[in-house]
């Protein structure tokens, strides 16, 4: 069985930063490498939205509202994939996941909250 795991999240106030980490394990680990991946966020009665993605060889996507703040970056070697993400706004506040980038989707982790709050 494998998983996703996420973690770095916390509380921080607007304007801050947080870098956000997802390893994979089991047998996702061994096929990680080849997948494109990425993060996604669900905040508070809203759909999970994809805000970052990276392909095997390092191109990134951003959706508009994080371009310029969120940097996505992976290492294959350590089946990790990262999200550093800057100047945070309150309407970040969200728990991400990551997961790959199309569907099928691997087992979706428990995520990382993201709070952003004065």
């Known amino acids: 069985q494998g998983q996703l795991v996420e973690s770095g999240g916390g509380l921080v106030q607007p304007g801050g930063s947080l870098r956000l980490s997802c390893t994979a394990s089991?047998?996702?680990?061994?096929?990680?490498?080849?997948?494109?991946m990425g993060w996604y966020r669900q905040a508070p009665g809203k759909q999970r939205e994809l805000v970052a993605s990276?392909?095997?060889?390092?191109?990134?996507n951003y959706t508009d509202s994080v371009k310029g703040r969120f940097t996505i970056s992976r290492d294959n070697a350590k089946n990790t994939v990262y999200l550093q993400m800057n100047n945070l706004l309150f309407e970040d506040t969200a728990v991400y996941y990551c997961?790959?980038?199309?569907?099928?989707?691997?087992?979706w982790g428990q995520g990382t909250q993201v709070t952003v709050s004065s």
């Open positions: 089991g047998n996702i680990a061994s096929i990680f490498s080849v997948y494109p």
């Open positions: 997961n790959k980038k199309w569907a099928p989707y691997w087992y």
């Open positions: 990276i392909t095997s060889g390092g191109s990134t």
